[in-house]
């Protein structure tokens, strides 16, 4: 298959170098990190060790799909941007947040948004390189839960390629899945600075974990997704699973970036206050998070 990683940063690079063996990919990412890969490969290291040869350049015109990997909060200017450069064309999203398939459905139209939810953890080490820290399932999806030949032919090309895939019928309800344990772990990761396995570890991180997700499991079965108690423990699971992670979030405040937190907790706030719900815990990691981007820290 013909893919674009359009944002390829650590986790688009990850997926564009492992597709890279089977398929004729091309990422687009930023200039610098784009040079280098044109001029030495890109370098995975960690579970995946190896050096990969992705395209940079765009050689035509019709590519299968594109998988999005660019920050939530930047959805909507990179769709506008391939629609303007490709034209109609599916896209994938692999990105953290809620929103990111309403706003490709939006301007690209409805049949060419598709889901998705990846567990992999990836770290942007530098130009070039980057680092595979874990390992975990991909789900994907159309979001009218119809099983096409498209996305059967899309999760065959990732399973090929080492990404065990799954296809799901209610990919709306994984996405939410995936949106309530970025809010249990991201920003509880952010304020305390650590890694996703020590919210597990330490009693009063976990029960925070647990408040946070608790909150965000009301706020989706108010909007009619019940993904159940359950969930409580799939975040402790995915917590423990990477545990060594450090979480894109924390990687952003770290690296004075502006983080998804908006697009995370926020999203699940702006939810709740349509409901008439108070969810206090979420309201304090948002406005903590909000309050350390661009902060020059002490010390």
Not at 3 to 22: E, K, N, R, V
Not at 158 to 177: A, D, L, P, Q, Y
Not at 255 to 270: L, P, Q, R, S, V
Not at 271 to 285: H, I, L, Q, T
Request: aromatic share 6%; charged share 30%; with cysteine.
């Amino acid at each position: 298959m013909r893919f674009i990683i359009y944002g390829a940063g650590a986790l688009g690079s990850l997926f564009g170098g492992l597709l890279s063996i089977h398929n004729d990919v091309v990422l687009i990412g930023k200039e610098e990190h784009m040079k280098v890969v044109k001029k030495n490969g890109l370098k995975i290291e960690g579970i995946t060790n190896k050096t990969f040869y992705p395209s940079v350049d765009i050689k035509m015109k019709k590519y299968d799909v594109i998988i999005l990997t660019t920050k939530a909060y930047d959805t909507e200017k990179a769709v506008k941007e391939i629609l303007r450069k490709f034209g109609k064309m599916p896209v994938l999203s692999l990105q953290n947040g809620l929103k990111n398939e309403e706003i490709i459905s939006e301007i690209m139209g409805e049949e060419y948004a598709l889901g998705g939810v990846t567990s992999h953890g990836a770290t942007f080490i530098e130009n070039g390189k980057i680092f595979h820290a874990g390992k975990g399932e991909t789900i994907i999806g159309e979001m009218n839960g119809e099983l096409t030949e498209r996305i059967k032919r899309i999760a065959y090309a990732f399973n090929k390629c080492g990404i065990e895939t799954e296809i799901s019928r209610n990919i709306k309800e994984e996405i939410w899945k995936k949106a309530i344990i970025n809010a249990s772990i991201n920003g509880l990761t952010s304020i305390l600075k650590c890694r996703n396995g020590y919210l597990v570890e330490n009693k009063n991180a976990e029960i925070l974990l647990e408040k946070i997700c608790r909150e965000c499991i009301e706020i989706s079965r108010r909007n009619g997704i019940d993904v159940g108690e359950e969930m409580i423990e799939k975040a402790r699971e995915v917590a423990r699973r990477t545990s060594k992670n450090i979480s894109s979030m924390l990687q952003d405040l770290l690296n004075g970036k502006k983080t998804e937190i908006d697009e995370i907790n926020g999203a699940f706030i702006e939810m709740a206050k349509k409901k008439g719900m108070e969810v206090p815990v979420n309201e304090f990691v948002h406005l903590a998070v909000k309050s350390m981007e661009n902060v020059r820290h002490l010390g």
